[in-house]
């Protein structure tokens, strides 16, 4: 099953567009195209507790060894899908808030795709330092993949344990995550992370705290709803509008379509890294290939 046919964002919105939309607005096409050549499903499957518990009580090498291997492997796919998917979902949205000059949903999106690109590398960057091209690993370096993954599948700031299980009084006394739980990575690191992968971010940080300003109601919001600023006269006037003009339109892509370009194209230029190793570990298993794991590594 794939991606429908690509979604283009439209052309001739805004004067000048050759100098600054343009060459933005061809790099999401592009991520996106990227995206839709994608499987749009697939699944991942994990031993639960009791099934390594039995293996180690009972020794048996060859079954701890297949239950973390393929716990690591499905891990992958599910870091791998889960970042796709959402990017892709995401890049529509950006598609279709452009498209029909919805600027509150652009900016909002907009954030969004700084937090996903810089999350999605900081989790990618901790993946490559650990020695995962096999046959032959290390199991403290599954091990540490494995929980490296568990704070990426749950990480959270949020007691979701009371909510889902209906006990309403402990969380109406507290709504933090109980302290057992995974902790989420908190974007601002991440965005740290990302300003020193090179040069063209340099100023991520900058960027990611202009977009803030945008998606909280603070002054940069109102302006999403309000007409650019016309000839001085003796009143200062401010018109409100659902739908402000194409000014107001091209002074918000200006400054924000560059950061969504190179949020989504570090996404693509990152997601290869990903896929040549869940690649490799693909080929192990097609192969047969005998995979040792040293436990005392």
């Known amino acids: 099953m794939w991606f429908n046919a690509a979604m283009h964002l439209k052309r001739g919105l805004y004067r000048d567009e050759e100098h600054v939309i343009l060459p933005a607005i061809q790099q999401i096409e592009l991520a996106y195209d990227v995206l839709l050549k994608l499987p749009t499903s697939d699944s991942a499957s994990f031993y639960p ?3 390594h518990q039995e293996a180690a009580e009972n020794n048996d090498y060859d079954a701890s060894c297949r239950q973390l291997f393929l716990d690591c492997y499905n891990w992958f796919k ?5 970042n796709v998917f959402k990017t892709a979902k995401l890049t529509e949205g950006l ?4 498209n029909s000059q ?6 909002v999106l907009a954030r969004s795709s700084l937090e996903y690109s810089a ?3 900081y989790f990618l960057k901790k993946l490559n330092s650990f020695r995962l091209s096999g046959p032959a690993f290390a199991a403290s370096q599954l091990q540490a993949f494995d929980s490296l993954m568990v704070q990426y599948a ?3 700031r949020f007691n979701w344990q009371d909510l889902m299980s209906g006990s309403i009084e402990p969380l109406t006394k ?7 739980r995974p902790q989420a990575v908190n974007v601002l690191t991440a965005i740290q992370k990302l300003r020193d992968r090179d040069q063209r971010f340099k100023d991520v940080e900058i960027a990611y705290s202009m977009l803030s300003d945008f998606v909280h109601p603070n002054m940069a919001s109102h302006a999403v709803v309000v007409e650019m600023p016309q000839a001085r006269r003796s009143m200062h006037e401010c018109v409100m509008s659902l739908n402000p003009g194409s000014e107001r339109g091209e002074f918000l892509m200006v400054i924000t379509l560059p950061w969504v370009a190179t949020a989504l194209g570090n996404f693509i230029e990152l997601l290869p890294e990903l896929g040549k ?3 490799a570990w693909q080929d192990l298993i097609d192969r047969g290939e005998r995979i040792t794991i040293d436990f005392k590594a």
């Open 49 to 51: 507790t009791a099934a």
């Open 78 to 82: 599910f870091f791998f899908y889960t």
């Open 95 to 98: 598609i279709q808030s452009y």
């Open 102 to 107: 919805n600027y509150l949903a652009w900016v």
């Open 119 to 121: 999350v999605f590398y």
């Open 154 to 156: 749950h990480g959270t």
């Open 174 to 180: 507290s709504f933090a995550k109980d302290e057992s």
């Open 277 to 279: 190793v869940l690649g």
